[in-house]
T-cell receptor, first 114, second 115 residues
Framework: ETGVTQTPRHLVMGMTNKKSLKCEQH?????MYWYKQSAKKPLELMFV???????ENNSVPSRFSPECPNSSHLFLHLHTLQPEDSALYLC?????????????FGPGTRLTVT | DQQVKQNSPSLSVQEGRISILNCDYT??????FLWYKKYPAEGPTFLIS?????DKNEDGRFTVFLNKSAKHLSLHIVPSQPGDSAVYFC??????????????FGQGTTLQVKP
């Protein structure tokens, strides 16, 4: 595997379900990100992890819970979601020490909440 | 309040001609700008970037121009090819973001290049 991978690619869940999204980066980066992309809206940054420490939480509801066990893996735990949470969830990684700000994205998980 | 704006939701261009995608920003602290391309069912792919110390950066068919006084940047693609058809996102970063890598994205412009 190369780059940034995300599983599952598609997920349909009910409002009472609990599920998790997984992201893995194979680039040796030290920062990982979760974004939400809703139709016709900009990518919204949700969480940032640097060196496994959460450095940013963009006022995300507590029904979204991130976990970063190491610098290569990032999870987004979902519980009691709402239909308006249906969106494309993108994971990205970057190497922030070099000052380069290019982020490399995974293919995303298309989430539908019914 | 949207700090990075792409006011044209879509653009259609004939193959071989120039495509010009525009982006405006409001935060004068932004000092690094990036363009990403996104195909359906894929994540965004980094295309080209520019630092605020420059006003132009070129990479093959892609050139990004930065006008700091107008808080405006543009991406030029010439010649345009049908494979360039995608959604293009502009993104910006401010001083102090080098530790978090935080980027602010525009809402995207869908480019269609017609054969």
């Amino acid at each position: 595997e190369t780059g940034v991978t995300q599983t599952p690619r598609h997920l349909v869940m009910g409002m009472t379900n609990k599920k998790s999204l997984k992201c893995e980066q194979h680039l040796g980066h030290n920062a990982m990100y979760w974004y939400k992309q809703s139709a016709k809206k900009p990518l919204e940054l949700m969480f940032v992890y640097n060196f496994k420490e959460q450095t940013e939480n963009n006022s995300v509801p507590s029904r979204f819970s991130p976990e970063c066990p190491n610098s290569s893996h990032l999870f987004l735990h979902l519980h009691t979601l709402q239909p308006e949470d249906s969106a494309l969830y993108l994971c990205a990684s970057s190497q922030v020490e070099r000052g380069a700000l290019e982020q490399y994205f995974g293919p995303g998980t298309r989430l539908t909440v019914t | 309040d949207q700090q990075v704006k792409q006011n044209s939701p879509s653009l259609s261009v004939q193959e071989g001609r120039i495509s010009i995608l525009n982006c405006d920003y409001t935060n004068s602290m932004f000092d690094y700008f990036l363009w990403y391309k996104k195909y359906p069912a894929e994540g965004p792919t980094f295309l080209i970037s520019i630092s605020s110390i420059k006003d132009k950066n070129e990479d093959g068919r892609f050139t990004v121009f930065l006008n700091k006084s107008a808080k405006h940047l543009s991406l030029h693609i010439v010649p345009s090819q049908p494979g360039d058809s995608a959604v293009y996102f502009c993104a910006a970063s401010a001083h102090g973001s080098s530790n978090t890598g935080k980027l602010i994205f525009g809402q995207g412009t869908t480019l269609q290049v017609k054969p």
